[in-house]
């Protein structure tokens, strides 16, 4: 045995067949951890469970950074990141085992229970979300044991005295395929059947039908959308709205079972509603563009629907809640998601007069899964993580001493009107254009404001009006063109626009933290003879 051992070929093969072993029982124990959260819920998943503690903990200044690099990829990228991770502590815990069958499995386990310690530490979870990852860890262990005692029998021919590598090759090679095979048809049953668990929110979602609004928004004014090849729709299909939200899973909720309760300071008639309830209410519909406080000068996180809802500010009325100018002792609101997100809210801008909605519609459909079915929160004039919460489920009042909400703890801005902001989308960075008459265009906000003017200029040179698309209403985008003579070379399009207070977008570069990016959006290009 000890010249066996002393082969650095058969060592070498043996920590491969461990590693291999510890990757097979570590794919084994992801399988079955998500069949078992297909009984529970699919956030207990040990993967998901992970990613959401790492979004929680992840320090604002990285997660800029993955967002800059990845954009809406961030969750994949994040979730194989800890695949990665996962494998390499599977692998050691392997290679330990195939020495050391009790220590290793032990390690395997314990890599298990972090998974669950996970899942309990995510907002809202119970003693059930530690299950699939303990069901996870234990079969993790017990396969890993299975294989690695398989690597260490002797081929009965050869009578190899316990320990010694080779095993039987091929043996081994079968063993671990149909540990892999196994555990890929659980895994799929366990996606299947977690799809089945959320049917009931998938028909509740199918089978709600929006009441007419009291207060329909009019018509998109002709001439609202210009029409410019490049420049997306004025109002954002809901397939094509940007999606900003630390979940890994997208919350399914089912309206059946959804309730929103309102209390706090100040509420002297607490309310608990269902979504009938709610829906009985009047309905007012408005077209507002929505934008994130992450979005980069000229980046893509904004987005225009039109939100069906109800008027915020009657509900909160009707509990009873004064503005802090009226006397009201509560000068924040803050929202909370299924999920367990929160976001605060000043309630003096909530009750302005302004058409802050708890939206059930978006483009005259019950909101999407990911943009927050059944209800929301959109704000005119806000960024959308002081304003505008999905899968909504709790408004309490509260102050802004008393309480910060998730963003405001990772050193975001308390407070955060949106900034005023224009967009070249056409001509697109780097284009090659041929020399003649280019139409410049894009969209420019200042929601709540309005936007009074728009202007590009090319080189540096004289600034030229661009036309504006016709106003839909200070709480949405306008769209704007301008045609350009463009001669050959190399040229820098700026854009800056002007609000309906008359004030123009700072050429100051500023970046999004703490509370929104500064700048003007520039684009170079060449144009060819
Ligand atoms: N529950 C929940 N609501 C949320 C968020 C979130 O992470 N969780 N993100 C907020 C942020 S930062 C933005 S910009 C908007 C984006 O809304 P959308 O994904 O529908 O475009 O949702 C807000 N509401
Ligand atoms: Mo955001």
Known sequence: MASVRADPAHRGGRTAAGAAAGLAAAFAGLAAAELTAAFVRPEASPLAAVGGAVVDRTPTAVKEWAVRSFGTSDKLVLTLGIAAVLAVLAACAGILAV?????????????????????????????????????????????????????????????????????????????????????????????????????????????????????????????????????????????????????????????????????????????????PELLARPLTEHDITLCCVSNEVGGPYVGNARWLGVRLA?????????????????????????????????????????????????????????????????????YGYVSACKWLTELRLTTFAAYDAYWVRRSWAQQAPVKTQSRIDTPRPSARLAAGRVAVAGVAWAQHRGIARVEVRADGGLWHEARLGASDGADAWRQWMWPWEAAPGEHTLEVRATDGRGDVQPQERRGTLPDGATGWHSVTVSVHA
């Not at 009657?314 to 998601?337: F, I, K, T, Y």
Request: aromatic residues 4%; positive net charge; proline residues 11%.
């Open 99 to 275: 020495r050391h069958p009790r220590p290793g499995c032990a390690a395997a386990a314990a890599v298990g229970l972090l998974g669950a310690a996970a899942a309990l530490s995510r907002p809202g979870a119970g003693w059930k979300d530690a299950l699939p990852s303990l069901v996870g860890s234990a079969v993790a262990a017990g396969v890993l044991y299975l294989l690695v005692t398989a690597v260490r029998r002797p081929r009965p021919a050869q009578g190899r005295p316990a320990g010694t590598w080779p095993m039987d090759r091929r043996g081994f090679g079968r063993l671990l395929t149909a540990t892999v095979a196994a555990s890929a048809v659980a895994g799929y049953a366990g996606r299947r059947l977690g799809a089945h668990g959320s049917a009931g929110a998938t028909a509740s979602r199918a089978g709600l039908v929006l009441p007419a609004p009291a207060v329909p928004a009019p018509p998109v004014p002709a001439g609202a959308d210009l029409h410019v090849p490049g420049v997306g729709p004025f109002l954002t299909p809901a397939a094509d709205f940007y999606r900003v939200d630390t979940a890994l899973v997208v919350p399914r909720v089912d309206a059946g079972a959804w309730r929103l309760t309102l209390h706090g300071d100040g509420v002297s008639r607490p309310l608990t509603l269902t979504l």
């Open 314 to 382: 009657d509900l909160l009325r009707e509990a009873g809640v004064r503005p802090p100018s009226r006397g009201g002792p509560a000068d924040q609101l803050v929202a909370r998601s299924v999920d367990g997100m929160t976001i605060g809210t000043p309630v003096e801008t909530v009750m302005d007069g302004r058409d802050a909605l708890l939206a059930v519609g978006m483009n005259g459909r019950p909101l999407p899964f990911a943009h927050g079915f059944p209800v929301r929160m959109v704000v005119p004039g806000l």
